[in-house]
């Protein structure tokens, strides 16, 4: 008998809350999440409350939960859909249940360096969303998942390429069209994996496929760290390819609330950048 199935045999029903509905939309949406992402997505300050909700929710079957070892203190728990919440979701938002039913298995089988790439992820897209509703001219019109970033495009040598963006974020802000290619990295990639997915990248925008890929013609490619150190490192590697369209960022400077401040450094340039200006 596993854990699961332990922990929910005795409980009384639970009567699901617009809130619980809200809670597992965001985990479908994110694939998995902390209990302090949830709380930012949520704006929900109390964390007894939410570790309370979380606790009925798993134990009934609608959230799963896979644990992070830390290096000091109790391992992070991180949800994720469960087999009740699968069937909620999809009676609620008209979802796939198998895309959402592989998703659970993945994130069930991954191991520990992919859920920390992916809770890096998350932390830097809520931060983006969470920035975004600071100013009243500026909306979020779409941030395209991993999944749906499969590009694959002409080369000029008659092949093809393959490029698999961490995530695509548009955005409008003063009736302009603002279109960005995301890529986090825990310090884990190398330079020569990084030197080919910046040439993947630069072809990619000379072959203007993004046009028909994705509705826009001009994007820039965000690469953001966990240390400045590593960005520095990063930022010199594709210096020696292109001056041009690549932007770095520490995440801790954009989860504090600075993602549209001057906190970017520009590939080819000396000195902090605004991500929208010209």
Known sequence: MTGERIAR????????????????????????????????????????????????????????????????GKPQALYFLGPKGIISVVETAGIDPLCLEKERKQIQAHKDLFLNHQLFLNDVRIAFSLAIRKYPQMSLERWIKERDCFIQFPTIQGGIATLIPDGCLILSYQRKLYSFFVEVDCSTMTNGRLRAKAKAYLNYARSGCSLQDFGFQYFRVLIITKTLEWLNNLKATIEELSDRIFYFAVRDQICVGSAFGQIWQRAGRHGLFYLLEN
Do not use: W
Request: glycine letters at 4%.
């Open 9 to 72: 045999e005795g409980k009384k029903p639970i009567v699901l809350q617009p809130r619980d509905e809200v809670i597992m939309a965001f985990v479908a949406e994110f694939r998995l999440l902390s209990r302090p992402q949830l709380q930012s997505l949520l704006d929900f300050p109390c964390t007894t409350r939410i570790n309370i909700r979380l606790k009925k929710l798993y134990d009934h079957g609608y959230l799963s939960r896979r644990f992070m070892p830390t290096i000091m």
